[in-house]
């Protein structure tokens, strides 16, 4: 059930944040829910695999390469999904920090503090 309630918190934050960005676009809510399944696999899967290869970018950098990471990871979301559009490199950054931090916002207030 946690997963269901995490998945619909990023899914609500992402079409949230696509009325702010505007280099973010979904076309409808459906979208964004396809984009919080598509991203949650993404996570499991590709990107431990770009985080071992830019380990040493991120060590360099202090661990700022992970947000290029997440950028990236964003990147590929957008390529999967047809019916979301991000303009740049740029925009997936910016809606990825934000996505992030809005996010754990959002689920330290659904916690059950377990």
Sequence with gaps: MN???RLFVTAIVAY???KVLPG???EGFSSAIIFAIVLGILNIFVKPILGLLGLPLTIITLGLFALVINAVIILIADYFIDSMVV?????ALIFSVLLSFVTSLASSMFSDGD
């Excluded at 303009?87 to 925009?91: R, T």
């Design 24 to 26: 973010v676009h979904f």
């Design 3 to 5: 997963l269901i309630v």
């Design 16 to 18: 949230l944040l696509t």
């Design 87 to 91: 303009d740049g490199f740029w925009w």
